[in-house]
Nanobody
Framework: QVQFVASGGGLVQAGGSLRLACAAS????????IGWYRQPPGKRRTLIAM???????NYTDSVKGRFTVARDNAKDTVYLLMNSLKPEDTGVYYC??????WGQGTQVTVSS
């Protein structure tokens, strides 16, 4: 089963931008849906964005208009471009296929 290793996190000021990447352990060319998840400190992990094989995307309301998800199947990588970051975007970010195993996340910290 494909797992992902997320990277690109860091410390950024509110209003700033980051681009996260999730590298897959195998080919993503036949994976229909890939999701980005966020786990804020002390809270549960939730789905915030998803992309299908055909490129359709969906976002939770809190990130809609600020985050953009994309995928490059030639590189087996999924991206999350985050703009206008807010302190409430702080958390560990992960990628996963539906019902798949969790891989390594990346920490994003947004300072006010």
């Amino acid at each position: 089963q494909v797992q992902f290793v997320a990277s690109g996190g860091g410390l950024v000021q509110a209003g700033g931008s980051l681009r996260l990447a999730c590298a897959a352990s195998g080919s993503t060319s036949r994976i229909d849906v890939i999701g980005w998840y966020r786990q804020p400190p002390g809270k549960r992990r939730t789905l915030i964005a998803m992309i299908t094989l055909g490129g359709s995307t969906n976002y939770t309301d809190s990130v809609k208009g600020r985050f953009t998800v994309a995928r490059d199947n030639a590189k087996d990588t999924v991206y999350l471009l985050m703009n206008s970051l807010k302190p409430e975007d702080t958390g560990v970010y992960y990628c996963r296929v539906p019902l798949g195993a969790w891989g390594q996340g990346t920490q994003v910290t947004v300072s006010s």
